[in-house]
């Protein structure tokens, strides 16, 4: 269980169950306390406050948030309504004074419950609600309370997960570092596990893409078989076209290339993508079997006018890797001198239970 896939799997069998985990956000340098929304308990909130900042959110879905009548503390002139994060605290009717262990733990399991309504609420109060990105960690807003909630999820839980920053115990007025973190989970036998891991885990196991439509394609080149896809997030949509069958029986010769506007449509000379598209198209006419997927990122991409679009292989690899799974294709052939972007992917694929054959005579990878 020392892999990344078991340690996030370790992480939603402790949040399944009530107990707390620790959470890793890299990207900040930061770790929290997490659990289960509606396992709240004193006792959980009593450890909570004891080893964190004490600034306790829960993390609630949009819909939730909307529901329960939680609007935004304040938000940009221009701003939507929906779009800051923090909602307006509140206390649950009948509670004291909200602000022990106690008190927070009923609103907060109350917040968490499917039959609350927003009367069952004073506001404001001391817990905080914080609405998630809505498609939490693979969403492009990717922090803690997306990580919160889907935990929670995964663990069959309700969308609400509690999560606070866990405070140094060396240095009580800094926030605990990667060691501590580690030292921690381990004293207090909690799983650890980082935000990227349960992003990478939610690829692996939810599609990334549904089949949409499928016809056969009149080109220049020859007649193809061609479907597609859509993005189950983005709703950005993929090609696969094919020459020859797609099966299980026989490596299929690869060429993935991601959509370039300069280059595929105007036939710009600044960038090879064009060129390798219409060479990967003689060449599965030249072969009479072969496929090309054509993948189409959120943001427009033509090299030479745009930045900054590119995308990264690893994500690359695994909308790759769903769509040879729909179409039933498991092993595929790549060249030797493909791209490095070409070998990042692939190594990726693999990992997906795919098997990449290497043959220097098939089409390296573009894009």
């Known amino acids: 269980m020392k892999t990344a896939h078991g340690r996030v799997r370790r992480a939603i069998a402790a949040v399944a169950t009530g107990r707390p985990v620790v959470v890793m956000d890299e990207a900040v340098d930061l770790g929290y306390l997490v659990f289960a929304g509606d396992a709240a308990t004193s006792d959980l909130l009593t450890f909570t406050v004891r080893y964190t900042s004490g600034y306790i959110r829960v993390a609630l879905p949009d819909s939730e948030c909307e529901r329960l009548n939680l609007p935004p503390v304040c938000r940009d002139d221009g701003e939507?309504?929906?779009?800051?994060?923090q909602r307006v605290t509140v206390d649950l009717r009948g509670t004291g004074t909200g602000i022990s262990a106690i008190d927070r733990a009923r609103t907060i399991a109350a917040l968490a419950a499917a039959d609350a309504e927003a009367n069952d609420f004073h506001r404001p109060g001391h817990v905080v609600p914080v609405q998630a990105g809505r498609h939490g960690v693979l969403g492009r807003q990717a922090g803690a309370p997306e990580a919160a909630i889907d935990l929670a999820r995964l663990g069959m839980r309700r969308p609400a997960g509690v999560l606070c920053e866990i405070v140094s115990q060396r240095n009580p007025v800094?926030?605990?570092?990667?060691?501590?973190?580690t030292s921690f989970a381990t004293r207090h036998r909690m799983p650890i596990v980082s935000i990227a891991e349960i992003a990478a885990y939610r690829r692996r196991i939810e599609p990334q893409v549904v089949r949409s439509a499928e016809t056969t394609l009149p080109t220049s080149a020859g007649g193809f078989r061609?479907?597609?896809?859509r993005d189950t997030r983005e709703g950005c949509?993929?090609?696969?076209v094919i020459a020859g069958a797609a099966d299980a029986d026989a490596p299929m010769p690869l060429h993935v290339h991601v959509e370039c506007l300069s280059g595929d449509v105007f036939g710009s000379l600044a960038c090879?993508?064009?060129?390798e598209l219409d060479s990967a198209v003689a060449a599965m006419r030249s072969l009479g079997t072969g496929m090309i997927i054509y993948l189409r990122p959120p943001e427009?991409?033509?090299?030479?006018?745009?930045t900054g679009t590119a995308a990264a292989p690893g994500q690359v690899s695994e909308t790759v890797a769903w769509i040879l799974r729909d179409l039933g294709v498991y092993t595929v052939r790549l060249s030797d001198?493909?791209?490095e972007l070409g070998l990042l992917m692939f190594g990726a694929?693999?990992?997906?239970?795919l098997h990449v054959e290497s043959v220097s005579s098939v089409w390296p990878v573009a894009g």
């Open 337 to 339: 001198d493909a791209p």
């Open 226 to 229: 061609v479907v597609g896809f």
């Open 80 to 85: 939507p309504a929906g779009i800051a994060a």
């Open 174 to 181: 800094e926030m605990a570092d990667r060691v501590e973190l």
């Open 237 to 240: 949509e993929h090609l696969a």
């Open 349 to 353: 694929i693999r990992e997906h239970g």
């Open 272 to 275: 090879r993508c064009g060129a």
């Open 300 to 306: 427009v991409r033509a090299c030479g006018l745009f």
